[in-house]
């Protein structure tokens, strides 16, 4: 088959299958995609940082974490305060772990960050973050994720 006949059926096919919804109304404007439903597994320092950057797509929605370590304080941190200050920023809540010593994470301070991200965002039906200590656990309850 040749490219200009391979894309003249794809988009006859593609054109076919659009019409009927569009004809029939069902088309909704202004209406946002569904969010990718995600897990983050290993919410330590490291994963903390990295689950911090994928609460900011827009297209995302953090719905489980998971980690072996329900909550500590004796993280290594890159600076004074540095994880805490950031967690602050990124959520905007200045006040967040206020008169904690140490650097905390974990998973439920991961839920904690997550719940309080998305309840802020007053668009958005947020059931809450679910917190598991183990993966396994997390993979075979969690049915409707997307990723992990």
């Known amino acids: 088959m040749k490219r200009r006949q391979f894309i003249s059926q794809t ?8 019409l009927p919804t569009a004809l029939s109304g069902q088309v909704k404007k202004n209406v946002p995609p569904p969010r990718l439903k995600i897990a983050c597994i290993g ?5 903390t ?3 911090l950057q994928l609460l900011k797509i827009p297209d995302l929605l953090i719905t489980a974490v998971a980690d072996p370590v329900k909550e500590d304080t004796r993280y290594q941190n890159w600076g004074p ?3 805490r200050s950031t967690i602050r920023y990124a959520i905007g809540e200045p006040n967040w772990d206020e008169g904690v010593e140490g650097c905390r994470a974990g998973r439920e301070p991961a839920r904690q960050i997550v ?12 059931k809450g973050c679910n917190a598991y200590a183990d993966f396994r ?3 075979e309850k969690e049915k409707d994720l997307d990723g992990v």
Do not use: C, F, I, S
């Not at 719940?115 to 947020?126: E, F, I, S």
């Open 49 to 51: 940082r990295v689950m």
């Open 137 to 139: 656990e997390l993979l």
């Open 115 to 126: 719940n309080t991200w998305y309840g802020k965002q007053k668009d958005l039906k947020y």
């Open 11 to 18: 988009a006859a096919v593609a054109g076919a299958a659009v």
């Open 81 to 83: 305060y540095e994880l």
């Open 43 to 47: 919410t330590g320092t490291q994963g």
